[in-house]
């Protein structure tokens, strides 16, 4: 058989076994629609954030935090097509326990913290093979800022109505003992294709 036959009958099988494979191009374009959901997410939950400690303090500003983060999340999810939240490994929220593939993408992102890149604009991607099909990841780093230590910071050093108030709400709660600079967790974007 010629070689031309040969790769005529191959290149089909090739492309049915990875039709959705995405080109650079429309990686590209996944990249980007993922950064601004994640940049949605993160600005509406922290303006809400501030204006609720601004109004009740940190104590009151967890319960803001307890029904609008989810919520926020939903919402960026159907405005973007994508399934979007927050995880952490030391997680607050019940629901907010990383799966392999986000656990791994929060320690490479700590580890290239570590060797100087900018907290600010540190995410990593990847397009993934599942059971279900293929899957675009995304994961973009949340790093603790002074304002986070209010309530993820020193329990030593937490104000007393906030500690009681995430004894109430989270018992279970291991998001606490932060420091500036820390990775506190991730935005999750993950999207089918
Ligand atoms: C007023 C208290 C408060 C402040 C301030 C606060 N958080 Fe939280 N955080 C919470 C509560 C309550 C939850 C659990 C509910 C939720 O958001 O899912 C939470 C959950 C999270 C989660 C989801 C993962 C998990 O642990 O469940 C991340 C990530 C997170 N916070 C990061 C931050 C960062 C980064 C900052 C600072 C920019 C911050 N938080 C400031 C109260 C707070």
Redesign the pocket.
Known sequence: MKVQALIALALPALFAGCATQPDAEEQAALVADARKASAALTQK??GE?KA??AADG?????????T???QI?ADVSQQFGVEA????P???????VPDAWEAEAQAGLEKRLAAGEKPETLDTWQIVRTSGGQQFRYAKA????Q??????GDPATMAEG?KAR?AA??PL???TGYAPGML????SIKRAL
């Open positions: 939950l922290g954030l609720a400690i940190p104590a009151g500003a967890i319960g803001v935090c307890k609008r983060a989810p999340a939240k927050r995880v952490s030391k997680n607050r929220n019940p629901d907010g949340l790093p603790v800022q304002m986070c230590l209010n309530c993820h906030v995430l709400e989270y709660d291991k998001a506190r967790g991730i935005v």
